[in-house]
């Protein structure tokens, strides 16, 4: 079954607010990786994140990799209408690799 | 970086018939997969395309019904064999960078089987 679930699954938010979507897996990840689709397109890679409580940011996005190596997630500060997408989060077991669930924002203007 | 040029964009296709997807990149890539994505869910390993070797299939697909095609190492044909329904799905090649593990996209084929 699914290894790597997200969390919420859909989220609309005003346009200025904040968003964090919630990435968590059942086994232990070597690294995480994120990547947005916009609607219609295909997944763009973000980031990759490899060391146990690493933090990385771009811009208004700022990513997180649990101590753990099992969660992970992203947070979007002060959401512009370009942020509109599916985000997904993929996780490499060192085995298998699984894309997340998906989080999908609306945002409002 | 790869570019990843990928045909048709999408297509309509009747049951029981079969579409081949091209994936062609503009550079030489070891690691080359096709996913699937189906509307409004995550995207699902179809198989790995190895260059001179079958593909890996994960599971779940089989060769019979999604052969793949890797002549060289920058490209790759995906068969969708015998359609149904249930096939109606975004089709997406990609390739994985060895040094970052960054995947790149296609476009994506978008597939309806009536």
């Known amino acids: 079954g699914q290894q790597v679930m997200q969390i919420p699954q859909y989220q609309h938010v005003q346009e200025g607010e904040d968003f964090t979507t919630y990435c968590n897996s059942s086994?232990?990840?070597?690294?995480i990786q994120w990547y947005k689709q916009r609607p219609g397109g295909h997944p763009v890679f973000l980031i990759q994140?490899?060391?146990?409580?690493e933090v990385k940011k771009q811009k208004r996005l700022t990513f997180q990799f649990g101590e753990a190596k099992k969660n992970s997630s992203l947070h979007i500060t002060a959401t512009q209408t370009t942020d509109v997408g599916t985000y997904f989060c993929a996780g490499d077991t060192g085995n298998q690799f699984y894309f997340g669930t998906g989080t999908s924002l609306t945002v409002i203007p | 970086s790869a570019v990843i040029s990928q045909k048709p964009s999408r297509d309509i296709c009747q049951r029981g018939t079969s579409l081949t997807i091209q994936c062609q990149v503009d550079?030489?890539?070891?690691?080359m997969f096709w996913y699937r994505q189906q509307p409004g869910q995550s995207l699902t390993l179809i198989a790995t395309a190895n260059q001179g070797s079958e593909a890996t299939y994960e599971s779940g697909f089989v060769i019979d019904k999604f052969p793949i095609s890797r002549p060289n190492l920058t490209f790759s044909t995906l068969t969708v064999s015998n359609m149904s329904p249930e096939d109606s799905s975004i089709y997406l090649c990609?390739?994985?960078?060895?040094?970052?593990?960054?995947?790149?996209f296609g476009e994506g084929s978008r597939l309806t089987v009536l």
């Open positions: 994140l490899v060391k146990s409580g």
């Open positions: 086994t232990t990840l070597s690294n």
């Open positions: 550079s030489q890539v070891t690691m």
């Open positions: 990609s390739v994985g960078m060895a040094n970052t593990g960054e995947l790149f």
